[in-house]
């Protein structure tokens, strides 16, 4: 058995340290409240995450690579309004493919300037935020979208439906994530973005066609993006144009919050569920015993502080930057 | 050299070319289009321009500070926000009751205050533990955020006092109060940033870190100033904009943040630190407020706003790539 140091201890806090932050909070809340493990109020949670979760998924994948990706709020709202608008005019099932042909049409746009032309992906995505919004209002007219026939279609079994009792859009979730998990872990593709995220002139001197796969990053953003507008799409069966504003940054700090460096090269699909699971049940777990809504924001706020001043402090061995 | 002199006048001249293709633009398109029959340089017109740009010109200044240091700030938003309710909120206090009118500048010193307050535990942290600058203020964008929403809930704070919208309305030598402070400030930043020790260091962090800390320059008090002044700016903009409006909702200055970064880049200043002008940040703010006013004057659809300033961000990132010759040697790579 190894034995146990002070550093050995740091690092093996700094690796697992969400995992414990997570399991704390768990505990916590429920002492606090017994309801809160109830497995309905759990599934809700979940159920309810689920589409910053499917979101969070793709982002990761971007973030592993080095890059960042600001469009994906307004591109979720891009895809629910479109879903919206083709399911009158051409009905569910084509839909649903035409929109994410269009999303992903804007995925790799990003992964061209990007990955390609070599842009930094701040910038890039700050305007392509800009410009999806503007694309998205031009598109609805600036009127909020409904689906005429509410009550006659199958559109909503993505957001609203059951199977073997557990709600569809946490299936989807779950399953996206496994998925994604497979091929970041066990695919050259997934060993590729690690590479190109952790020392990019190396990786393209070992033969590794970066462009590429930044390129394949932001698609799969882009897809993890379509599929989040149609369960928002299919939830709501009706929304604005802003229905994603400001999703972005939470969503970048779900990933934060599991791990990700912002520098590339690391991180997990399983880190970043762990993320949004944590982000989803403070929130609930503080309405549960009786603060605010808005409480939540400031909670966030210390434990993204804390989590990765905890992760830097253990790489460093010292709790105190060395900035003079 | 002559390449070098060239395009180092590109780009510095690039944002004050891009404003006069914008206005002639507009005023030959508005001669077509343009359902008033009011001239789009009118005089009027521009000054309008000029106090419109104020509240994301006043941040934005602040941010090229912030990205000259090799930082950047997300929480400007959510400080202005914060800002806005000292001030409107503070006016209404029972120790204020007393001082009639005295109070309004005692609640103006407070939101500044409350700015600068944010600002620096956003530089504390970014000091001393050493976070990147990006993820402390996501993470401060959401704790502000919801600060605001705790401190009244969904509903709007309003406090009109007449006082101040007279003093806010006011026109001298016939620019508004918002433009004097506009200007004012582009004015002091600018001042710091190019005459001072202060600024001087500030562009040595950014463009060379290790080599300022070989130089002995402390490099944490000078990350805390700046971000104690882009508080102070975002405050100010809070200050001066709502002492006129007199009511703000919870999620005002939301995404202000990205529209000053938007604003800063396409003033030329680089995200990696180290170069960028306060001026040209100036012509930045002055370019998106013309195009806003000049879309709009041509009878597009405020909508086409977003979708053009998104694609010229984009375009402006591309053309300094292709101007600057550095970028053109990792490009081979």
């Known amino acids: 058995m190894p034995k146990i140091t002070k550093a050995s201890l740091g690092r093996f806090l700094a690796k697992q340290g969400i995992l414990i932050a997570f399991i704390l909070f768990m505990v916590g809340f429920t002492l606090a409240n017994e309801r809160f493990l109830a497995p309905e109020n759990v599934m809700g949670v979940i159920r309810s995450s689920a589409i910053l979760g499917v979101m969070a998924l793709g982002v990761t994948f971007v973030v592993i690579s080095g890059n960042l990706d600001l469009s994906v709020g307004s591109m979720m709202s891009f895809s629910t309004i479109v879903v919206l608008d083709l399911h009158d005019k051409l009905g569910p099932t084509l839909a649903i493919p035409a929109m994410f042909a269009m999303t992903l049409c804007l995925g790799a746009i990003i992964g061209f300037l990007v990955g390609y032309l070599k842009l930094n992906s701040l910038i890039v995505t700050l305007g392509m935020l800009s410009a999806i919004h503007g694309l998205t209002l031009t598109y609805s007219g600036g009127k909020n979208m409904d689906i005429a026939d509410k009550e006659g279609t199958w559109f909503s079994v993505f957001g609203q439906g059951e199977l073997l009792g557990?709600?569809?859009?946490?299936?989807?979730?779950?399953?996206?994530?496994?998925?994604?998990?497979?091929?970041?872990?066990?695919?050259?593709?997934?060993?590729?973005i690690y590479a190109v995220g952790g020392n990019g002139v190396a990786a393209t001197f070992s033969g590794i066609r970066r462009p590429r796969v930044v390129l394949g990053c932001y698609l799969v953003s882009a897809f993890c993006v379509a599929t989040a507008g149609l369960l928002q799409a299919s939830r709501s069966l009706g929304s604005q144009n802003t229905v994603g504003q400001g999703l972005e940054l939470e969503v970048l700090a779900a990933v934060i919050l599991g791990g990700a460096s912002l520098l590339g090269g690391s991180g997990t699909i399983f880190k970043t569920v762990i993320g949004v699971l944590i982000l989803g049940f403070i929130q609930n777990g503080l309405l549960l015993v009786g603060l605010q809504f808005y409480a939540q924001y400031v909670v966030t706020w210390v434990i993204i502080i804390l989590a990765v001043w905890l992760d830097i402090a253990a790489k460093r061995g010292k709790l105190l930057s060395p900035i003079a | 050299m002559a390449s070098g002199m060239l395009s180092t006048f590109l780009k510095r001249g690039a944002i004050w070319g891009f404003i006069l293709v914008e206005l002639i633009f507009f005023s030959i398109a508005g001669e077509q289009l343009s359902l008033s029959d009011k001239a789009f340089m009118d005089l009027d017109n521009m000054l309008l321009l000029f106090k419109q740009s104020a509240p994301i010109g006043i941040i934005a200044i602040g941010m090229t500070i912030i990205m000259i240091n090799g930082n950047i700030d997300l929480s400007v938003g959510a400080i202005f926000a914060l800002a806005a309710i000292v001030l409107l909120d503070s006016m209404t206090w029972p120790i204020f009751a007393g001082l009639g009118d005295w109070a309004i500048p005692l609640a103006w010193i407070l939101a500044l205050l409350a700015g600068v307050l944010l600002g620096a535990l956003n530089g504390f942290?970014?000091?001393?533990?050493?976070?990147?600058?990006?993820?402390?203020?996501l993470g401060s964008m959401l704790g502000y955020r919801g600060l605001v929403f705790i401190y009244n809930g969904e509903n709007p704070t309003s406090h009109l006092n007449w006082t101040l919208v007279d003093f806010a309305e006011a026109q001298w030598l016939g620019l508004h109060t918002a433009t004097w402070f506009l200007l004012g400030a582009t004015f002091v930043i600018w001042f710091i940033m190019n005459r001072t020790v202060h600024g001087r260091n500030a562009y040595a962090i950014g463009n060379n870190r290790e080599a300022a800390v070989n130089a002995g320059i402390r490099v944490g008090p000078h990350m805390m100033i700046n971000f104690m002044l882009i508080g102070f700016l975002a405050a100010l903009s809070a200050v001066v904009f709502y002492s006129e409006s007199g009511s703000v909702n919870p999620n005002d200055g939301e995404l202000y943040e990205l529209w000053a970064i938007t604003a800063v880049v396409l003033g030329g200043?680089?995200?990696?630190?180290?170069?960028?002008?306060?001026?040209?940040?100036?012509?930045?703010?002055?370019?998106?407020?013309?195009?806003?006013?000049?879309?709009?004057?041509?009878?597009?659809?405020?909508?086409?706003?977003?979708?053009?300033?998104?694609?010229?961000?984009?375009?402006?990132?591309f053309l300094d790539r292709q101007l600057n010759i550095k970028g053109k040697e990792e490009l081979r790579v």
């Open chain 1, 166 to 192: 557990v709600p569809v859009p946490i299936l989807l979730f779950v399953g996206l994530a496994a998925f994604l998990g497979i091929v970041l872990s066990k695919t050259p593709f997934g060993r590729k």
């Open chain 2, 269 to 317: 200043t680089k995200l990696t630190g180290g170069s960028g002008s306060i001026i040209s940040t100036f012509g930045g703010v002055l370019a998106i407020q013309l195009l806003r006013k000049g879309l709009g004057h041509i009878g597009a659809d405020t909508e086409t706003v977003n979708l053009v300033i998104g694609l010229i961000l984009i375009a402006v990132l």
């Open chain 2, 125 to 137: 942290i970014v000091w001393k533990t050493g976070i990147d600058a990006f993820i402390v203020t």
